[in-house]
């Protein structure tokens, strides 16, 4: 049986860079879709869309073929151009010796696509896309939400 294909957008949002912030993720597979966001009291913007990725991938249930979009050239090149597999083998360093940051996020982004096949996209955001628009506004409907939560990874 072939491997279900799956379309994932995803976006974050912060308001104030540290802020209040959040992530919105859209799946579409066949006629199925399902909507996913939450907020964070104080995070940061990359936080925030590396968030919608893993919690997009996290959902799937079983191996799948994913397009995952996202506006983030930040996520988007960290898969596509192999800046990832570089900053393991650096020891989560950068080409410029300093730590990787967010690493938490980057090795749950790992273990989220274990076993998925992922063809990685950018979409320029705000330009009428209308799944990437339909993100931002979950993102920043979940960072002005009443209810945040704690991000346990954000240090600042």
């Known amino acids: 049986m072939a491997p279900k294909s799956v379309t994932i957008y995803s ?3 912060c308001l104030g860079n540290p802020g209040p912030g959040g992530y919105g993720t859209v799946l579409l597979t066949g006629e199925h879709r399902k909507e996913l966001s939450a907020g964070f009291r104080r995070t940061t913007n ?3 869309e ?5 919690v997009g991938l996290e959902a799937l249930k079983q191996p ?3 397009t995952l979009w996202s506006d983030s050239q930040y996520l988007i090149h960290a898969m596509a151009k192999g800046w990832l597999d570089g900053w ?3 020891g989560w360093r950068t080409a410029s010796k300093e730590p990787v940051k967010n690493q938490d ?3 749950r982004l790992l273990r989220a696509i274990d076993g ?3 063809e990685w996209r950018w979409v320029r955001g705000h330009t009428g896309d ?3 628009e339909r993100c931002d506004q979950l993102a920043v409907a979940a960072a002005y939400g009443p209810d945040l939560a704690d991000d346990a990874g954000f240090a600042g």
Do not use: F, P, T, Y
């Not at 590396?50 to 893993?54: M, P, Q, R, Y």
């Open 116 to 118: 998925h096949s992922i």
């Open 105 to 107: 996020l980057w090795q």
């Open 11 to 13: 976006d974050g949002a």
């Open 50 to 54: 590396l968030l919608g990725a893993i």
């Open 64 to 66: 799948c073929r994913v």
């Open 130 to 132: 209308v799944e990437n």
């Open 88 to 90: 393991q083998k650096r």
């Open 46 to 48: 990359n936080r925030m």
